[in-house]
């Protein structure tokens, strides 16, 4: 094993992956899950009794579990893992090039998301993403920086210490222990504020669209009139599905600031079409996407796509040593070479692309399907939604109006429990995945994940969410013969159990002490 993967994971956390179900599945497969789970950080590792990691994921396929977890994360689908499995024969073999095997993993994401001269950097997570842009931005800019961070409370919780240039857990993909909140090595001296542009008002209502694009550019301009750059974040989707600021005015900002300042879109969720990315990387934007929310790809795996413009003045840059944690000097083009000049970086992290792997098989698998019949499919999952909730009186739409945001169709809704009682959020969260318990019999078995509770305003919200894997099983049925509603019926029924047994947990767990019974397990 190459020492890049051997860093990766505490012995025990390895132990557990390589020694899970040895009866039940191949040392080729306990291999396979030991190297997914390998190459991030703290959110990656698998508990040793569960075999899962902190988000409830499997590294294998668990297709007899419902997944509606995508907002937060979901096990591989059967079609990545195979992808996977093939992958990692293949650089197994003596002699393999793995800088050429990486370098096509990017390759067939330029090939969906971007035109020719397009450049990407590979990283273990959205947030590792976060750095990446920085580090390009610090090179762009060349001055003091503003990140103005969009809803940092509805991207993710590392976002806004990575946002600074700083370590945003205890731990790193590359190293086991680093200090939190501290500025990464060779950043330590370097002037970066992180300025928040909220989407929502202290009560939760999402701001009206106009609102966000006037607050976005007057961010810029007070980042511009202090002598900074700045690097305004637009958010495509966020942990309940808004955006802003629009894409228009974010054209219109980067139009009057010039190279004073940059755009990164957050494309994190991936819940938009191929084609805006397409277009944001015309326009000159930077973006970050993953292939494990909306895509249904392993956890973690990210990318920050950079515009061909932009990747001409980078050829030169280096990157910080204290980036090593994170990144491994395959993440990067090779093109890219002069940025490790700091000799602490390691050649490669095989377990990233893995996971990407899985998550193009899903990409390309998706690509393939007509836009209409995509459309088609999230409509039926929106109205389904709708149903199940107006069938239970203890559920309710955080944001009801949200069906079609930014014109196209929602694929993400955010649901409060008995008025968003933050407490009983967290035990339905979990009873959901439970198989028995107190509020779980035998009727209701079956493991279903939902995204994890989201706080808005006072409320706490999970997530009903459909990802690609089960817009592509709809779509493979129908390219079977059967009409779409047939098609779509074994989705229906799924969502139809997921809302039983939701709902049952939410009279039970209010019929027997609500919040006070709920803050005690």
Known sequence: MIDAAKRLLPDAAFASVGGADKDARSAKDSRLDMMLVSGGDERIWPDPVTRRNRYGVPAAPAPEELWFSSSTASAASPRGYDAAREAFESVSRPGVDLLGWFDKIRARIVAQFGEPGVEVVLTASGTEAELAALAVAKALLRRPIANIVVAPDETGSGVALAATGAHFAGTAAFEPKVEKGAPLAGWENDDVVMRRLDIRDPSGRPRAAAEIDRAAGLAVAEALRTGRGALLHLLDASKTGRSGPSRAAARDILASARERAIILVDACQLRCSFDEIKADLAAGFLVMITGSKFVGGPPFCGALLIPADKAEKLRKMTLPPGLAAYAAQS?????????????????????????????????????????????????????????????????????????????????????????????????????????????????????????????????????????????????????????????????????????????????????????????SN
């Open 331 to 519: 993440d990067w083009p090779q093109s890219f070479g002069r940025a490790f000049e700091a000799e602490n970086f390691a050649p490669a992290n095989l377990g990233l692309g893995l996971r990407w792997t899985a998550a193009l098989a899903e990409i390309e698998a998706y690509a393939k399907i007509s836009s209409s019949l995509r459309d088609e499919i999230k409509m039926r999952f929106a109205e389904a939604a709708r149903r199940g909730v107006a069938g239970n009186a203890d559920l309710d739409f955080l944001d009801g109006e949200n069906w079609r945001l930014g014109g196209k169709p929602a694929t993400l809704f955010p649901i409060l429990t008995n008025q968003g009682d933050p407490a009983q959020a967290r035990l339905i969260y979990d009873s959901l995945r439970a198989t028995s318990g107190a509020f779980v019999d035998a009727e209701y078995s079956r493991v279903c994940h939902v995204g994890q509770p989201v706080l808005i305003g006072g409320r706490a919200a999970l997530r009903l969410c459909l990802g690609m894997p089960q817009v592509t099983a709809v779509a493979q049925r129908v390219g079977q013969g059967l009409d779409l509603d047939a098609a779509f019926l074994p989705l229906r029924r799924d969502m139809e159990f997921l809302f039983r047994k939701w709902g049952a947990l939410a009279r039970r767990i209010a019929a027997n002490g609500g919040p006070t019974l709920a803050a």
